[in-house]
């Protein structure tokens, strides 16, 4: 009876053990494998993975995650994502077939993320089950539209002088602390109410300085159509590599779905610093300045990406803004003449003229828009005129002025016009200008309506005066922003408009 009892238990187990069997599910999938040799400051050499390509997505030990980007006949060159410290030699890797995606979609704006796509702002995780690799190729040129829709910046100097059309790439360049940031902000928030979705990308700022562009943004109400990419100083070389091309994915999903979207990459010589720190350690050769040979085309196939569509493809658009910082303002340094290459125009922000007061402090002769009047609304192209020779002028002749030698009369009329000029293109910071304001501010400059305003109050003058206009002449205002154009009639009574206020405004100041 006892070898009956051990022969049923016997056949108990085996049954046990077959059905655990049958829940058992293999993957037949064959994964191409390898193991780490060699790990440190964020990167990894591999020995084996033969079918390796660039670009590729790694996973290591099954927790962390690599990006190919050196092949070699004996192994292959990897930056690590995550947990830069903890990959070790020995682990054990394998290939994904895959390159690396962040989540995208309407529910990544008005969120602070990190390049991989986790939120960072403390204001809960997101549930997004779509994503967009970070690598893709630019929009074929047949799949383009014309670039011929402004895209207004609210900064007079630009809008009237270098205008950025929907789908231009326009740079931001000058040394630091002249500006730049602020002017790039000042375009994310003047985009408030005209449907364009915008992304900021910090690369290598301080945590403070991000800190407080976020919350200037939310501030103005602007952090609402905005997505934050942050990769700060502390942050890795990989992740500070990657950054741009997530907020890239991010802006793109948006213009394949029709919506007109803003990216400023803030900034691209941090990211080529940060890229040549990552060259140098995979032992690629270095070139000039020590950059590895493809920083061309790293930033190219970046910038490339933004464009405008056409209607077939549905009409939407990415502009991009990246910005580079200069050294002593030498623009014939090599990253500022690979980028100024790569883009449609340059915004010039000059040292000088920015501690002289000028702000925004462009260089006019230094900037340029090679789209040009095509992405300028008639009247604004028609108000400028001859703004940027006349203030070309002025730069020139100020210079000889200085000297005290004495001066003819045209000369003089040119300078006191070139003065009035330079005044009233000077802007506070967040101080943002409509269509309709800009236009009338234009009439007044160009047209020697203000000769009679001391230099050093035309500033003044002016804002407060473009204030009187919508608080007693809205119907005005509105007349010209929605024709976006100046008529002659309307020009007759803002000028009969400004005789009355100049007595006020003056008769007012003496008392």
Known sequence: MGNQTEKNDYQIVRENFADKLADISFDSKNYSTGRVDFAGDGVVRIVGLPNAKYGELLDIDGRYRAIVLDLEESEVGAIVLDAVQSVSAGMLVKSTG?????????EMFGRVIAPL????????????????????????????????????????????????????????????????????????????????YCVYVSVGQKSSSVSNIVHTLGRFGALEYTCVVC???????????????????????????????????????????????????????PGREAYPGDIFYLHSRLLERAAKLDEKHGGGSMTAIPIVETLAGDISAY?????????????????????????????????????????????????????????????????????????????SEILAKGARIAETLKQPLRCLYDVAHEMIILHLAM?????????????EFVQSFIEFLDTDKAD????????????????????????????????????
Do not use: W
């Open 447 to 459: 047209n020697e309506l203000l000769k009679d305003v001391p230099v050093d109050k035309v500033t």
């Open 335 to 411: 990253v500022p003449t690979n980028v100024i290459s790569i883009t449609d125009g340059q915004i010039y922000l000059e040292s000088e003229l920015f501690n002289a007061g000028v702000r925004p402090a462009v260089n006019v002769g230094l900037s340029v828009s090679r789209v040009g009047g095509s992405a300028q609304f008639d009247g604004i192209r028609r108000a400028s005129g001859k703004l940027r020779l006349d203030l070309s002028q002025y730069r020139e002749l100020a210079v000889f002025a200085q000297f005290g030698s004495e001066l003819d009369g045209a000369t």
């Open 98 to 106: 895959q390159i690396v995606e962040v989540p995208v979609g309407a």
């Open 476 to 511: 005005i205002v509105k007349e010209i922003s929605d024709n976006k154009l100046l008529s002659l009639e309307n020009g007759f009574l803002i000028e009969d408009e400004l005789k009355e206020f100049y007595d006020f405004y003056f008769e007012d100041a003496a008392k």
């Open 231 to 285: 990769a700060t100083a502390s942050d890795s070389a990989p992740l500070q590599y990657i950054a741009p091309f997530s907020g890239c994915a991010i802006a793109e999903e948006m213009m394949y779905d029709g919506k007109d979207v803003l990216i400023v990459y803030d900034d691209l010589s941090k990211h080529a610093v940060a890229y040549r720190a990552m060259s140098l350690l995979l032992k690629r050769p």
């Open 117 to 196: 796509g986790n939120p960072i702002d403390g204001l809960g995780s997101l549930e997004i089950s779509k994503s967009r690799p970070i690598e893709a190729s630019a929009p074929m040129i047949f799949d383009r539209g014309r670039v011929n829709e402004p895209l207004q910046t609210g900064i007079l100097a630009v809008d009237s002088m270098i205008p950025i059309g929907k789908g231009q790439r326009e740079l931001i360049i000058g040394d630091r602390q002249t500006g730049k940031t602020s002017m790039a902000v000042d375009i994310i928030l003047n985009q408030k109410g005209k449907n364009v």
